[in-house]
Structure formats: structure tokens, C-alpha cells
């Protein structure tokens, strides 16, 4: 089971819930396995404004926090988890069903020192997901595995029952606990904010150097997002990338912007 | 995974149920989880008549049968498991969390050899859950271990998303290989030929922006060296990254001497 602090390091992420009663629900299931903080990604208000008074989970809805883009609500998570029906969309991210998601999410929420939280799990739409730039702020993608029948439409999950399904599996007690895979065992990862910045900073290195103009394939921004969260970019580490990336728009001539 | 036999045999049961949109979210994870038998008891035929035309699970909907009593609907069934938010009611069933029950169902569906349901597992109303009377037909009872915070409320789960839970966990599969997401584990990490020629490149580079004579304490070739190996950069990746840093290096009006 995760202890409190381990709790607290999660975020639920809720990405243009278009229906109040869902959002409700998600905070219904956050309740349920004892998860507190709730962001809401939405340009429209009136969704969560509604659910903030039809929930039984009354604390959660009071203390969620709205912001205008992914990007905003991930930039001080080391981790951003997307969750996605699968489909007929081309995945361009790793992509892990939820009994092994939820044993890597665990292992980072162990590494959380900070109250504040540091792993994202992020839900799109009821009607359409995630989008491609949602997903390219996310380092890699979970799925609940469903019952698909050939030949028959698709299947995906209500969000709510989405949403609790997910905390389950994060709050099942792990039978045998692996140790945790890559560097984030050891260095704390940079957060979403950092890897943000680096990201802007790449994209105007390679527009300068036209790096861009020859290889417009790998160079659209989504692109050149996902290639930055593929390498895993610590903490520490990622003021030295900025300084670098800095010093050559400097040498091409390109002011940096402040970033 | 359970094979399709399995999933036949288990009937969802729910009692009393009084909201059809529940009843309808309870049908939409059954189909999301490959199961069709749904029975409801209900002395009042209004929501579930309600619910056959809410959901999106018209096929599970129309099949459903409707029980005037929980004996009758579990009659035909080998084994009936209640599910309870345990609360203060004294149990006097054997009382099972749901990763533990989950086993359980799995091996009494494995020797279901009827094509009609054999195993039944049984929800109460969202208000009161099930009676002593109508816990009294199962032969034990499972719980969703939720999280209760002392000198709270007691926490009960919404029933659609309490049914997709039980669901989730029935169609788990119970060994799971746990593949580590985060770059280096999963995908192939690129050999020491290739990160000794992304560091070459990366030392031309940071010479040629002067970033090497501003700090030269991060510039030396071992600290290159590792800053690249902390960053875990795949096969696949590899060569983009040379090609970028090319690219710099060919605005920067450096050859790149064959790396």
C-alpha cells in the first residue's frame, strides 16, 4: 500500500472533461483511494464550476486547481503519465498496461521527497482522448486492458470508472515490489517545467542552425517535445543543457528569449 | 486472462439498485470487461427500464433479466459472493479483499463447465447496500479496500465504478511482467560507439558556441562523457540527435570530420 506521502505525490490531471457528473466521479474515486489533488485542464469553467457542488467529495473539488494547457498543469511533475483507450492511433510513446503502469508509478512516488505533487496522471476528453500535442507532454502512456471483440466498434472506458480503475491498481498492494527501473532510482528526474524549457530551447537551436528547413519530419514541435522526454534529463542536469543550448543560440546569434 | 468460457459463467447481480444511470454505467463495464450476464433484482421495474435505453451497452441491457428476489436470481449459481464497504454491520461471512476474492472467483469460474452463469456476484443499493436478508444467499463477501481516514465518514464507492473495479481485478491477469518504462529499459539504448560519437559532436559543438571556454568546468571530456551517458539516448533516437548536432555545427561553420 502507499503510505500518505507516497499519496500526496499524485496528481490527477483531467483534460477537457466536457461532463460535470464525471469530473465529480473522478473526485469520487480520488476520495475512495485517498488521493487529494485534482487538476482540471479547461478553457471553459462551467464544467467544474458544476461539479464543484453535485460531488460527495466535497474537499477535493474545493481545492482543485484549473489551469489553461497540459503543459501548465504538468510543469511541476517529474512525471507525466498519459492514459489512453489505444485505438487505431498511431503511438509514438511507450505504452504500458496498467498492472505494470501502476508498479513504475509507484516506484517514482517513492522517490517523491517534496509534499508538492511530482507524478501526473493525466485523462483526456470523454469523447476524444488525449490529443497528440496533450500526449507529447506526457513521458509515457498507460492502458487499461478491455475486452475488444474483432470487427466490433472500439471499446473505451466511462472517465470515471476510468479514473477509479486506475487508483485501484495504484493502491493494490503490490505482491512483490520490483526495484525501479532506469535512472529514476537515483536521480531525481527534472520536472515538466524544466523539460519544457529545454524543449523551446532545442526547437529554436534547430530552427537557427536550419536544422529544421532539412528535416521538417523530425522537427514539428510535438516531435521535438517527445525527443526531449525520451532521453531522461535529471534535475541536476538540466541547468547544464540549458546553459548549452543557451550559449549556441547566443553564438548563431538568436537571443534567447529568457528561457 | 480469463478465456471466454470463464467470462460466461459469471453473472453481475445488482440489488435494488435505484438510479438507472448506475445500473447503465454497471452494464458499460461489463461490456468494457468482456462480461454480458446481468441480472437485477428490483420490486420497481422504473429504472431499469430507464437504463435500457441510457447506456451503451444496448446489448447487455436487452438481455438483462430482472429478479423479484436475490434468491432467485442467484438460483441457479454454484457460488454467490456479496460485496460490501464493510462499515460497522457485523459481518458473519468470510470476508475477502478483492485482489484475494478475485483468486478465488477466478478458480471456481475455471471449473464452471455450464454455459449458464455459475458465479454471481451480487452489489446492494448505493444507499444501503445489501440487507442481512439478502447477504444471507451469498457464501461470502469481498470489500474494496478503500481508503478510511479515522474519525471520518465511512468512504463507500459509487456502484458503476465499484462493478468496474471488481471487474478490472476479475479479468487481471494474475502474473504480470513488469517491463520498465523510462527510455533506457525498455527500448534499445544506443551501443558506446554511438554515444562516443553524439559526445564527440557535443564537445565540437560546445567549443565552437564558446560555451567550453565559459564553463570550463563542465566542458572536459570526461564530464561531457557522462553528461551524455545520464541522458539515456536509444538506437532509434541516436542518429537524430547526430544529425542535429551536425547541422549545429555546419551553422556554426565547423566541419564535422566524418563523426
Redesign the interface.
Known sequence: ?LNQQE?EALCVVLVRARNSSNIG?AA??M????FRHLRVVNQFTPPFEAARSAVDASEIMTSAQIFPTVASAVADCTLAIGTTAVGERSLQH?L??L???A??IRAELAHAASPTPRVALVFGSEKTGLSNDELSHC??LLT????Q?EGERH????L??AV??CL??L???AQHT?P?????AT?TPANGEALERITRLMSR??E????TR??AA?SDPDQVRR?VR?????EI?AP?WM??LR??L???GVPSRGD
Chains 1, 2 share one sequence.
Open positions: 500500500m499519496r466521479a469520487r474515486a476520495r475512495d483511494f485517498g511507450q504500458l498496461e498492472p505494470a503502469a508498479e513504475s513521458h509515457w487499461i486492458p478491455l475486452h471483440v471499446v473505451s472506458m466511462n470515471g470508472q477509479a480503475v485501484y491498481e493502491s493494490r498492494s520490483s525501479s527501473p532506469g535512472s529514476t536521480e537551436v534547430m537557427a542552425a536550419e536544422y532539412r528535416h523530425n525527443l525520451r532521453i531522461g534529463v535529471s542536469d547544464i546553459g548549452i550559449q549556441i547566443w553564438k548563431l
